[in-house]
């Protein structure tokens, strides 16, 4: 069975130029997680979808970043214009999502940005 | 508001001594708790959870954590430590009755010497 799926794994952007991830969940997995992982920290969570609908936002800077999850499946997350702030690697994951909080997580290789 | 403690930023030992990585939590509510595992330029993988029942939970590649109530902790164990264990550790906690946004610890980096 196939992983999580994100592209790119390594993007450089020169600041203020737009930038887009794109995620492919594992599949069956309704539930998934745009996380954002700096240096020498854990993942801090951006947004939760469970199938289209975002449900957990509230981290997510929606004055530059965007997300969606057309049709429940794939999601991409953008940032316009990019900031010096947001190199970061940027990871996604997906669960099932049958049991919320104890649901295990599977998360993909992230995708690493650098804004020069 | 949840939080996870990694008291140690690094932690060294020998191939096949017994390794512990230490994780403290604080929540409202029920705490549920996982442990994943960082190899570099790789996205997390799952090693174990706690949800309830049995304190000390058996996880993948022979990983094991014992959930401590009164200590708030969540360690984790393995008996013989190889070097292909080493890697970055996240200790994580979501809680009963809250939002499913998980808090992750900074990790703990696990270094095997052969």
């Known amino acids: 069975e196939a992983g999580v799926v994100q592209s790119p794994r390594y993007k450089i952007i020169e600041k203020k130029q737009p930038v887009a991830f794109w995620c492919n969940p594992i599949s069956g997995h309704n539930t998934l997680y745009w996380y954002l992982q700096n240096l020498g920290q854990g993942p801090e969570l951006l947004i939760r979808?469970?199938?289209?609908?975002?449900?957990?936002d509230s981290q997510l800077p929606k004055d530059r970043f965007s997300a969606e999850r057309l049709k429940g499946v794939d999601s991409t997350l953008k940032i316009q214009p990019a900031e010096l702030g947001d190199s970061a690697v940027y990871l996604c994951a997906s669960s099932l999502g049958l049991s919320g909080d104890t649901d295990t997580q599977y998360f993909g290789p992230g995708t690493r940005l650098t804004v020069l | 508001a949840q939080s996870v403690a990694q008291p140690e930023d690094q932690v060294n030992v020998a191939e096949g001594n017994p390794l512990t990585v230490k994780c403290t939590y604080s929540?409202?509510?029920?705490?549920?708790l996982f442990w994943y595992v960082q190899y570099p330029n790789r996205g997390l993988q799952f090693l174990l959870k706690?949800?309830?029942?049995?304190?000390l939970v058996k996880g993948s590649y022979g990983f094991e954590a014992e959930f401590n109530k009164s200590q708030t902790s969540f360690h984790l164990k393995k008996p013989s430590a190889l070097v292909s264990d080493s890697a970055l550790y996240f200790c994580?906690?979501?809680?009963?009755?809250?939002?499913?946004?998980?808090?992750f610890g900074r990790g703990t980096s696990l270094i095997v010497h052969p």
């Open positions: 929540v409202s509510g029920n705490p549920y």
């Open positions: 979808y469970e199938n289209e609908e975002a449900v957990d």
């Open positions: 706690y949800i309830t029942g049995d304190n």
């Open positions: 994580a906690v979501t809680a009963s009755g809250g939002s499913y946004i998980p808090t």
